[in-house]
């Protein structure tokens, strides 16, 4: 998985984190933050899959302390590289962290927030997620939180995109229980796709849902971009919807991706 993300790591902003969709899915999830840890005194947060260090910068930039970890060493130095830039360098520390390997996971120390954004944990099996979720809630205070940005099983914008397409064997391609395998620069990465159901499933031991929001329903996938960014103000339209119906809790099932905030159990 990693050497994908190696190869794309230089690019990676300006394919995703610059473009108006990532822009606008990310500022959703940041707002989703601020209502959760905007106000909480300092707190000691471990991001997974930190990717070119957007979200460690803004959480710092909030008063918060950051661990931000990778399992792609060029991801991480892209990351330091921003870090270093943006004047909140003391507030954020790097680790390369696999999230399938939970022997790779910080020791002796104990966090308020783990946040993995925009599909980390679908980047590993469900047997990986089985082992990994306990050992996340290890890594947690009594009543932290593990707020994570999963890909769903079904997106409507997709099944709509791929039937306009014709390329019906590809509309309802995530509802499966087999990886997908997607390319990430000229290599595949292998994708597996988790309803809330799922999650809900694999984390009842350690975790209970607290929320769980669409991030998606009517934002394009940020593979559409080139064709919405010549139609700014149909973008600017879909934005506003989405941001008015981001509590409506149903529709996760339904986004490209959805917001999932659990409470561990202690």
Known sequence: MHGAFDQ????YDAGFVNTATGRMQREIVWIYLERLIGKREKLNILELNCGTGEDAIWLASMGHNVV???????????????VNDSGFKHRISFALLDISNPESYPRNTIFDLVFSNFGGFNCISPKSLQEAIPAIAGLLNPNGRLLAVIMSKFCLWESFYFLLKGKFSEAFRRNRTKSLAVMIGNKS??????STSDIKRVSNDNFRIIKKRPLGIFLPPSYLDDFFKKRPKMLQVLNRIEKMCSNISPAASFADHYIIEMEVKK
Do not use: G, N, P
């Open 8 to 11: 794309i790591a230089e690019e």
């Open 68 to 82: 931000a970890t990778d399992a792609s060493e060029k991801m991480l130095d892209v990351a330091r590289s921003k």
């Open 189 to 194: 990465v292998e994708t597996w796709y988790y």
